[in-house]
């Protein structure tokens, strides 16, 4: 069977004027790798403000997309209130309609005109008080004519309530789209950054990778000690990524926090028993498969959504440290604790999250952070 040149021994040995002249070569090129990294540097400094700069933009977005849910759900719950007291008032209306008319034009149940006749009729000195008896029969009319009144003051009530959460909406919405617009320019200027570090990156790999090969087989002190300055040089990252990745086939309605049934969630990709709704889960996994492309591994997952019972639990457990049951953005399905290297501050895993997690919709909030009110590099939300 054939084999593979690249597998076979060199058939000659680098003859020492060849040995010199290739180590001169590696520390040229080394020199040039020097100067090449710091172009690099200035890459990933871009690269890092780009991240931060994308981080602050997806929180707004979430937030303004929570702020526009709750507004919208108020208003909804205004409007569906306004139609419960048009319909309380309309009944209300038809009535005293009908008694108007009746008193217009003589007519009248039978029972209530017996009753009238009963009270006109009974004589004075049995009579406790025939005027009482005529003002009973108006008291349902009396009850209604005020129900009106306090319906018409409550529904104007409820109508400014309703545009005022329909205007919060509206303003919730248009600050979304802005922070959206924002971010979409950020993204695509970190994609920018991102290529053309990963661009240098390859250079520098192509460049290096035939001498050091060569001077490595040499055996020579002086040659092993010149690749590993090279190398050095080098230092090579591992940052970058390829979105990609679509939702499953789940229920992407709104449900109740923690109580989001399975058909609504989505499996996390190597992550056994993690779900999370489907465009997070879409999202999450492209990214998970990019970060296994970089290092070798796909994302470590330790929690993900939390039903109301887990938030429960975790709160009995964490006390202070957890969010209230059936507040956490666990319980949305929109938020993952990590594990694997991430959830150590400064780290290579950590950092890699910071540049690429933006790309994919994916935060680390600001409460979370390094200097934050109670800092998890763990925690990380879905903007959605």
Not at 13 to 18: D, I, N, R
Not at 89 to 111: C, I, M
Not at 195 to 210: D, I, K, M, N
């Amino acid at each position: 069977m054939p084999t593979d040149p690249r597998d076979a021994a060199p058939d000659y040995a680098l003859s020492p004027g060849q040995l010199a002249s290739q180590i001169a070569e590696a520390e040229r090129l080394r020199d040039s790798l020097l100067s090449t990294s710091a172009a690099i540097a200035g890459a990933t400094t871009r690269l890092e403000r780009l991240a931060i700069e994308a981080n602050t933009l997806l929180q707004e977005y979430a937030a303004a997309r929570d702020a526009e849910r709750v507004a919208q759900a108020e208003a909804t719950r205004n409007l569906a209130l306004f139609q419960e007291m048009n319909a309380q008032a309309t009944e209300d209306r038809r009535a005293l309609g009908q008694w108007a008319f009746d008193a217009y034009t003589g007519g009248g149940s039978l029972a209530d005109m017996t009753a009238l006749l009963d009270s006109l009729n009974t004589p004075v000195a049995e009579a406790i008080d025939p005027i009482a008896h005529i003002a009973y029969l108006s008291d349902q009319r009396v009850h209604a004519l005020e129900r009106i009144q306090h319906l018409a003051a409550d529904q104007r009530d409820v109508a400014l309530r309703a545009v005022d959460a329909r205007t919060a909406a509206t303003e919730a919405a248009r600050r979304a789209a802005e922070a959206k617009r924002k971010l979409d320019g950020v993204i695509v200027r970190q994609k920018q950054e991102l290529e053309t570090t990963r661009r240098l990156y390859a250079e520098q790999v192509e460049r290096v990778g035939p001498i050091s090969g060569m001077l490595l087989g040499s055996e020579d002190a002086r040659a092993v000690e010149t690749t590993r300055e090279l190398r050095k040089a080098l230092n090579l990252p591992e940052l970058f990524a390829d979105p990609s990745g679509r939702a499953c086939d789940g229920d992407d309605r709104e449900y109740p926090n923690g109580r989001i049934p399975a058909s609504a969630l989505c499996p996390l990709y190597s992550a056994p028993g993690q779900s999370l709704r489907p465009g997070a889960a879409a999202s999450f996994n492209a990214m998970s498969k990019a970060y296994e492309r970089d290092t070798g591994s796909p994302i470590c997952v330790t929690d993900s959504y939390r039903s109301l019972p887990e938030q429960v639990s975790v709160k009995a457990v964490k006390g202070k440290w957890a969010a209230t049951p059936g507040t956490s953005e666990h319980g949305l399905g929109l938020a993952v604790d990590l594990c694997g290297g991430i959830q150590s501050f400064g780290g290579p895993a950590h950092l890699w999250m910071r540049q690429n997690a933006p790309l994919y919709g994916w935060f680390h909030p600001s409460w979370a952070q390094a200097g934050g009110s109670l800092p998890e590099p763990w925690h990380w939300e879905y903007a959605g």
